[in-house]
């Protein structure tokens, strides 16, 4: 025990020593947590669409104020050629054509029936299916509203009509923060912890005293220890910080429990930072160290969950994400802070984050060889 704390107090005076990694440590935390969730916006808008209107009647400019008053829309062109609608999707100024066809709104008198035309501009896959499904969305609600209009109670009797009460459970507002602030906490927490401790033992080898090291009589789960603990401490310090962003910046207060929230913590740090000194032992360099551990860190947490929905990966990718620690946290983030979940609801994502910790420190304990 005396010899760890020895380990200790040097770690801690290396950190302290260097003032510019401690604020990096301290304010990078808040200042993408102040930034990210206010630029992650899943709900797409602005999206500009050229209307080419051959009919110019009563119905096709309702039709186009309805488009254009909805506010995801932004009308880019309204013009009767379309080769000059499509000049502005080639040039990608545009993201939507509406072409309207001539005698649009007689046929919808006489026929019941008409036909619109919508070319996507498919560069931009999401922005385009969403840009299209809000299109067809208008398009249908004007068309019940004609529909409506033109029947005749009266004569055909009452009109009968569905209506629809939704609730949003959990996030009832749906506010899109209240789901990425969770999530980026997460993502933050795993950077931090992951590449400091991915630094340490090679910072070691290339300054020369990991050889003054390797001649005491220190075990190696004693030095493994003295490089884990201080940024176990700097995680939760960070993890904290993120908190209190959260509650006094977005007031964002968590449903359920904060001390399972940090009891989940520690464990996940205790996992991310056995990745970090594996990757250490392994590496001969801080470049390749660095280089290594954002190959991982960037798989992690694209496969995460936090950008792309896991129910919606293939089904090769989901069975990866079983073996991601940044999939479990960012879950537990989102099922305490939000929906109030309870250890019951998570103690499957604690075993699964243990266990991990377990075998990455392990194997880094192992692999760490004491040579001079």
Same mark, same amino acid.
């Given at each position: 025990?005396?010899?760890?704390?020895f380990?200790? /107090?040097?770690e801690? /005076?290396?950190i302290?020593?260097? *003032?510019?990694?401690?604020r990096?440590?301290?304010?990078?935390p808040?200042?993408?947590?102040?930034?990210?969730?206010? %630029?992650?916006?899943f709900?797409? #808008?602005?999206?500009?669409?050229?209307?080419?209107?051959?009919?110019?009647?009563?119905?096709?400019?309702?039709?186009? +104020?309805?488009?254009?008053?909805s506010?995801?829309?932004?009308?880019a062109?309204?013009?009767?050629?379309?080769?000059?609608a !499509?000049?502005?999707?080639?040039?990608?100024?545009?993201?939507?054509?509406l072409?309207?066809? $001539?005698g649009?709104?007689?046929?919808?008198?006489?026929?019941? #029936?008409?036909?619109l035309f919508i070319?996507?501009?498919?560069?931009?896959?999401?922005k385009?299916?969403?840009?299209?499904?809000?299109?067809?969305t208008?398009?249908?609600q004007?068309?019940a509203?004609?529909r409506?209009?033109?029947?005749?109670?009266?004569?055909f009797?009452?009109?009968?009509?569905?209506e629809?009460?939704?609730?949003? #459970?959990? $996030?009832p507002?749906?506010?899109?923060?209240?789901?990425?602030?969770?999530?980026?906490?997460a993502?933050?927490v795993?950077m931090?912890?992951?590449?400091?401790? %991915?630094?340490?033992?090679?910072?070691?080898?290339?300054?020369?005293?990991?050889?003054?090291?390797?001649?005491?009589?220190?075990?190696?789960?004693?030095?493994?220890?003295?490089?884990?603990?201080?940024?176990?401490?700097l995680?939760?310090?960070?993890? +904290?910080?993120?908190?209190?962003?959260?509650?006094?910046?977005?007031g964002?207060?968590?449903e359920?429990?904060?001390?399972?929230?940090?009891?989940?913590?520690?464990?996940?740090?205790?996992?991310?930072l056995? !990745?970090?000194?594996?990757?250490?032992?392994?590496?001969?360099?801080?470049q390749q160290?660095m280089?290594?551990a954002f190959? &991982?860190?960037?798989? &992690?947490?694209?496969?995460?969950g936090?950008? +792309?929905?896991?129910?919606?990966?293939?089904?090769w990718?989901? *069975?990866?994400? /079983?073996?991601?620690?940044v999939?479990?946290?960012?879950e537990?983030?989102?099922m305490?802070?939000?929906r109030?979940?309870?250890?019951?609801?998570?103690? !499957?994502h604690?075993? %699964?984050?243990?266990?991990?910790?377990? *075998?990455?420190?392990?194997?880094? *304990?192992?692999?760490?060889? #004491?040579t001079?």
């Amino acid at each position: 025990m005396r010899t760890l704390l020895f380990l200790l /107090r040097k770690e801690f /005076r290396q950190i302290f020593r260097n *003032v510019t990694i401690l604020r990096m440590i301290l304010l990078m935390p808040v200042m993408q947590l102040l930034i990210l969730p206010n %630029a992650a916006n899943f709900e797409v #808008k602005n999206i500009t669409v050229c209307i080419v209107d051959h009919d110019h009647s009563v119905g096709s400019q309702r039709l186009v +104020t309805s488009i254009t008053a909805s506010g995801y829309f932004k009308l880019a062109l309204a013009t009767p050629s379309y080769r000059d609608a !499509m000049q502005l999707i080639e040039a990608d100024k545009a993201d939507l054509i509406l072409e309207i066809p $001539n005698g649009f709104d007689r046929n919808l008198v006489r026929d019941n #029936k008409q036909t619109l035309f919508i070319a996507v501009n498919a560069i931009n896959g999401v922005k385009a299916n969403l840009g299209a499904a809000y299109l067809n969305t208008i398009i249908t609600q004007y068309n019940a509203q004609l529909r409506t209009q033109w029947i005749q109670p009266t004569r055909f009797g009452p009109v009968s009509q569905i209506e629809i009460s939704a609730l949003n #459970k959990f $996030n009832p507002y749906l506010n899109y923060k209240v789901y990425m602030v969770p999530g980026i906490m997460a993502f933050l927490v795993t950077m931090v912890a992951a590449y400091l401790s %991915a630094l340490n033992i090679v910072k070691e080898k290339e300054s020369g005293t990991i050889e003054q090291i390797n001649v005491t009589p220190i075990r190696k789960y004693q030095f493994i220890l003295g490089k884990l603990i201080p940024f176990w401490v700097l995680g939760l310090v960070v993890f +904290t910080i993120g908190l209190l962003v959260m509650r006094f910046v977005y007031g964002i207060v968590p449903e359920g429990s904060v001390f399972l929230l940090y009891g989940f913590a520690v464990v996940y740090i205790f996992s991310v930072l056995g !990745m970090g000194l594996l990757v250490s032992t392994y590496a001969e360099t801080q470049q390749q160290a660095m280089f290594v551990a954002f190959f &991982f860190i960037m798989i &992690f947490i694209m496969l995460g969950g936090l950008f +792309t929905s896991i129910d919606s990966m293939p089904a090769w990718a989901q *069975v990866i994400t /079983r073996f991601n620690p940044v999939r479990y946290f960012i879950e537990v983030m989102r099922m305490v802070v939000i929906r109030g979940s309870t250890f019951d609801d998570i103690k !499957m994502h604690f075993l %699964a984050v243990i266990g991990m910790g377990i *075998v990455l420190n392990g194997w880094a *304990v192992l692999n760490y060889r #004491k040579t001079s």
